[in-house]
């Protein structure tokens, strides 16, 4: 018996044949990637160093103004910036402090030809580096596992959250959260490394050691890039990354140990905001002040959320990720 498929041209034989593969290949990936998995954690523990500057006594030193006013609740890195920091909280719509966290949003808008770009900006001071975390979709490092930020920084307790690298898109790429190494498989992206003792560096492919990093007492390590700023600062020219044209955008920025910053940038939203190509990321992060500036996963992805509210208006109403960043007090 003779297939129906004979009766077609030779051209109609190989569109089908390219549909089948289409077809074969998407299923293929929505169920091997989104198909709830629990991948296996390398599980490597980083001790915290006894060097941390966090907790050193020696900022009081540095403490200027009414030395009348009561500062004794002050430590770690709040003695360096003691008008940040509160003796009990203050919260507000848009800010946050207390004598460990500090934190003030704002909205932005910039002028860009006939377009407009609006972004926001959350200013973060801590007073110990554990105040800023990792959090999992689920509560679970696999891959397939997805969770709204708003629904996993409410969880978590979170007073500012982000998306994070969307870490579950992938069989490598370094992950390490909260002094934990769960995948040591680099890939072909820039590194992103926050240390306990709080300084934050970006890592070309080439530069990236996993070993170095744990040895240098790495407390995060998210693998999505690229740099967004030169080793001084300065804004970039070229980057490791395809993602370059118009986007929605998320920005770790990082500017002495105990003081760092979230930035989404909305986009693909006409008169609202057109989003931002990553030489101009690049140049906002240097316009900031930040000596360093790691670019996460960002279209539909970006979102930011404070105490559990989207602050940001994300493009088709954001989507569920695999992890997050956020700042939180401790239980």
């Not at 051209?11 to 289409?22: E, G, N, P, R, Y």
């Not at 105040?131 to 500012?160: C, H, K, P, W």
């Not at 934050?200 to 890039?225: H, L």
Request: hydrophobic share 35%; charged share 20%; aromatic share 14%.
């Amino acid at each position: 018996m003779l297939s129906c498929k004979n009766h077609f041209p030779l051209w109609a034989h190989f569109v089908i044949d390219a549909l089948c593969i289409a077809i074969f290949s998407v299923a293929f990936y929505e169920f091997y990637y989104n198909l709830p998995t629990e991948l296996e954690s390398e599980n490597i523990i980083i001790e915290r160093s006894k060097d941390d500057r966090s907790t050193d006594v020696s900022y009081q030193e540095e403490i200027s103004g009414d030395t009348n006013k009561d500062e004794s609740y002050l430590y770690g890195w709040a003695l360096k910036f003691p008008d940040k920091f509160t003796e009990n909280v203050v919260s507000t719509d848009i800010s946050y402090t207390s004598p460990n966290i500090s934190v003030t949003l704002t909205k932005n808008t910039m002028e860009s030809g006939n377009s407009v770009v609006t972004y926001f900006v959350a200013d973060i001071y801590i007073a110990d580096i554990e105040y800023l975390q990792s959090g999992f979709a689920r509560d679970t490092y696999g891959r397939g596992y997805a969770e709204n930020i708003e629904d996993m920084s409410e969880r978590l307790g979170a007073v500012i959250a982000i998306n994070g690298d969307y870490y579950g898109r992938s069989n490598s790429g370094v992950v390490i959260r909260n002094g934990t190494v769960y995948r040591a498989t680099p890939d072909s992206t820039d590194v992103c490394v926050l240390y306990y003792d709080g300084r934050m560096e970006t890592f070309s492919p080439d530069e990236f050691d996993v070993d170095n990093a744990i040895e240098d007492s790495a407390y995060q390590a998210w693998s999505f890039g690229p740099a967004l700023l030169d080793k001084n600062g300065f804004p970039l020219t070229e980057f490791n990354s395809s993602v370059t044209p118009l986007n929605p955008r998320t920005v770790f920025g990082y500017y002495e140990p105990g003081h760092y910053c979230f930035v989404v940038v909305d986009g693909r939203q006409t008169g609202y905001s057109r989003g931002m190509t990553m030489s101009e990321l690049s140049i906002l992060m240097n316009k900031l002040g930040c000596r360093a500036a790691y670019n996460l996963d960002g279209g539909q992805s970006s979102l930011m959320t404070m105490y559990g509210k989207i602050v940001n208006q994300p493009y088709k109403n954001g989507r569920a990720v695999s992890d997050s960043i956020l700042i939180k007090e401790l239980e």
